[in-house]
């Protein structure tokens, strides 16, 4: 099974800052097959990028994905209130596919 | 519009079973395969099951293997997720999720509690 193990835990950030999180797999996972999600409180994930760096449909382009092998990364240029919230990232690349713990962004 | 809606949860007793349903429309559901992801209380998400569009690749978290069983009826727009020997660890949101470049459409859940 692949672990992802997502950091920081919490980040704790202004609005107009960027936020950077991580996803470390234990094993390497295909770019091809590295999603991130965000929920909010009460709400169903919603996908933002998939193939760990491209756009679901409209997304905004402050969301951006990268990296590869076992270390992805999602950046959030500038951070808008509504940004605030818990992100996922997961691998559909073998069975079982596996989420991250997640990671919070809150408000500072 | 893309519309997924979960039924079926509920309140049950330990070690009974549940079948939760999946009613998909707005897409062509038979082109597409499809998840259930759960989230207990408080929780992160939990992958649970996978299954192909055409019903020929199934796929298990070992977490629930031998007591959920995933299955689809294309001819009805509908997903199933039948759950046996429920226990109190297994209360969770539990939501489906159509597969296309990840899980891209979430339905907005149902909650299952277990407990006596």
């Known amino acids: 099974e692949v672990v992802l193990t997502q950091s920081p835990g919490t980040l704790s950030l202004s609005p107009g800052e960027r936020g950077t999180l991580s996803c470390r797999a234990s094993q390497s996972v295909s770019s091809s097959y590295l999603a991130w999600y965000q929920q909010k409180p009460g709400q169903a994930p919603r996908l933002l990028i998939f193939?760990?760096?491209s756009r679901a449909t409209d997304i905004p382009d402050r969301f951006s994905g990268s990296g590869s092998g076992t270390d992805f990364t999602l950046t959030i240029s500038r951070l808008e209130p509504e940004d605030f919230a818990v992100y996922y990232c997961?691998?559909?690349?073998?069975?079982?596919?596996?989420f991250g713990q997640g990671t919070k962004v809150e408000i500072k | 519009e893309v519309q997924l809606v979960e039924s079926g949860g509920g309140l049950v007793k330990p070690g009974g079973s549940l079948r939760l349903s999946c009613a998909a429309s707005?897409?062509?559901?038979?082109?597409?395969?499809m998840n259930w992801v759960r989230q207990a209380p408080g929780k992160g998400l939990e992958w649970l099951s996978s299954i192909s569009s055409r019903s020929n690749d199934i796929y298990y978290a070992d977490s629930v293997k031998g007591r959920i069983t995933i299955s689809r009826d294309n001819a009805k727009n509908s997903l199933y997720l039948q759950m046996d020997s429920l226990r109190a660890e297994d209360t969770a949101v539990y939501y489906c999720a159509r597969v296309f470049h990840g899980l891209d459409y979430w339905g907005q859940g149902t909650l299952v509690t277990v407990s006596a």
């Open positions: 707005g897409f062509t559901f038979s082109n597409f395969g």
């Open positions: 193939g760990a760096s």
């Open positions: 997961q691998q559909y690349d073998r069975s079982p596919w596996t």
